[in-house]
Structures are given as C-alpha cells and as structure tokens.
C-alpha cells in the first residue's frame, strides 16, 4: 500500500509542478499506467504474502523431516545394536550346541561300548551256564546290567543257607566267566518269597533269609573260586521284590531266588557326567 500512495504523489507532484494542462486522452493514460502500477504492485504484495505462508509451511517440514530423520537414526541405532546382540547370542548358542552335540557323541558311543559289552558277557554266561538253564538258571540284561538268576532249589536245600553240590557248580562255572571280566562289578540278591518262616533257628524273617543266602554266595565265589572280594556287594530284598506277584504256588518258586547283578563299571560315564 505504501507503494501505491508514493506512485500517487508523485503523479500529483509532477502534475502541479509542470502546470501542464493535460488533454483527456494524456489524462487517461496516465491514469491507466496508475491503475495498471497499483494492479502490479497488489499482485506482488499477494505473491509475497503466499511466498511468505510457502517459506514458513517449507521451514515446518524440513524441521518434520529432520526430526524423522533423527528418529529413524535412533530406532536404526537400537535396531542395530539389538542386531548386534542377537548375532552374538546365535553365536554362542552355536558354539553351545556344538558342544553338546559333542558331549552326547561322547555319551552315546560309551553306552553303545557298554551294551556291546554287555551282550558278550550275556553270551558268554548262557554258554557256560548252557547246563544249569534247566534247573532253574536264566541270563537276561534289565537296564544296561546283566542279571544271573538262579532258584533257591539250585543253590540250597529248602529252608537251607548252606549251598549245596549242584549250587556250587553252577557257581563255579559262573566264576570262571567273571575272573575273565575284571571290569564287570557284582551284586548278590537274595529273594524270598512271602510265606513266613518258622522253626529255622537263628533265622526270624525273610530278611534274614535273603541276607543270609546273599552273603553265602557271596562267601563261596571270594573265599573258593576266588573272585575278587572289592568287586561284590550282598543284599538281602526279602519278599519285596517279587518277579510274579501273584498268590500261587508257582510264582513262589520264581521268587524264590538269587540274583547276581553284573554291571560294566561306567567311570567313563560317570566323568562325563561330573564334567
């Protein structure tokens, strides 16, 4: 607007100034350029006024845009650093189960040693025991371990702990196989079956009886055959461990008996275990 009062002025001034008497035609072409100026000057002050709302509206977004920008540097920092840990946690979970994979190489291939040796000596006692499998003698492998059962009516006389002949060469034919296998450790079972005893003297129970019998075959293969005495252990089960529990007089027979447990001695296994 102050253009258009300055541009005013001076056509007055120049008209009071020159005293010229203008002919309308003059008159009206000057008014026209006055018009014509004034248009000129609204349309640039309209122009700049948009200029300004443009340069204002452009300074909002490139702070916008910066500010994103500064976000999107942030969130790719996180992005990145939980990348970083997520690469180093796979990394050692790698290793991890390399590791693992490697200890259950290491357990597997013992247990298979183990089963191996176990099925030898499962065969080896079948053979030499091939004669007493009749009487009431069995070789059969429970859990990784070697079980020798043999009836009560093999080894003793009813009621009796004293091994008897028949017993003592089954015993002895057992023996042979186990000083042949140093690496094999013993336990002796005794097992009754649930009838209470009576009239046996220092015997009370079933307990006694297993125990009894346990330690008599335990005696006869360190103290006759020789076997090696660090290498047994005898137990008494009594009547609670019975093969059939059932009330006759057959199941009876079958629990009445003694159990030689053979087990490989493990000390690999066990280091792997305690590693």
């Not at 053979?127 to 043999?150: E, H, M, P, T, W």
């Not at 290498?231 to 019975?242: D, I, M, S, V, Y």
Request: hydrophobic fraction near 35%; glycine fraction near 4%.
């Amino acid at each position: 607007m102050k253009i258009k009062y300055l541009l005013l002025a001076l056509t007055l001034c120049i008209g009071f100034s020159s005293c010229k008497i203008l002919s309308p035609k003059e008159y009206r072409s000057l008014v026209a350029q006055r018009d014509s100026l004034n248009t000129r000057t609204e349309t640039l002050e309209t122009q700049l006024a948009q200029l300004q709302n443009d340069t204002m509206r452009l300074h909002k977004q490139i702070n916008d845009l910066r500010n994103n920008n500064l976000a999107l540097n942030n969130n790719l920092d996180v992005t990145s650093t939980k990348a970083n840990q997520l690469s180093a946690d796979l990394q050692k979970l790698s290793a991890d189960l390399q590791k693992r994979e490697a200890r259950l190489k290491e357990v597997e291939d013992i247990l298979k040693k183990r089963d191996e040796a176990t099925n030898a000596l499962k065969n080896k006692l079948q053979q030499a025991l091939l004669g007493f499998q009749a009487s009431g003698l069995s070789v059969d492998i429970r859990n990784g371990k070697v079980y020798v059962s043999l009836a009560d009516k093999l080894l003793f006389p009813s009621g009796s702990i004293i091994i008897d002949d028949k017993g003592k060469q089954a015993l002895k034919q057992l023996a042979v196989v186990l000083n042949k296998e140093p690496d094999i450790n013993m336990a002796v079972e005794g097992h009754t079956d649930d009838k209470k005893v009576k009239n046996l003297g220092q015997i009370k129970d079933n307990w006694d009886l297993s125990v009894l019998r346990a330690t008599s075959v335990t005696r006869y293969l360190t103290e006759v055959e020789m076997v090696d005495p660090h290498r047994l252990t005898a137990t008494g089960k009594g009547e609670f461990q019975p093969i059939d529990a059932t009330n006759s007089d057959e199941a009876r027979t079958k629990n009445r008996r003694i159990e030689i447990v053979l087990t490989p001695k493990l000390d690999e296994l066990y280091n792997l275990i305690t590693k």
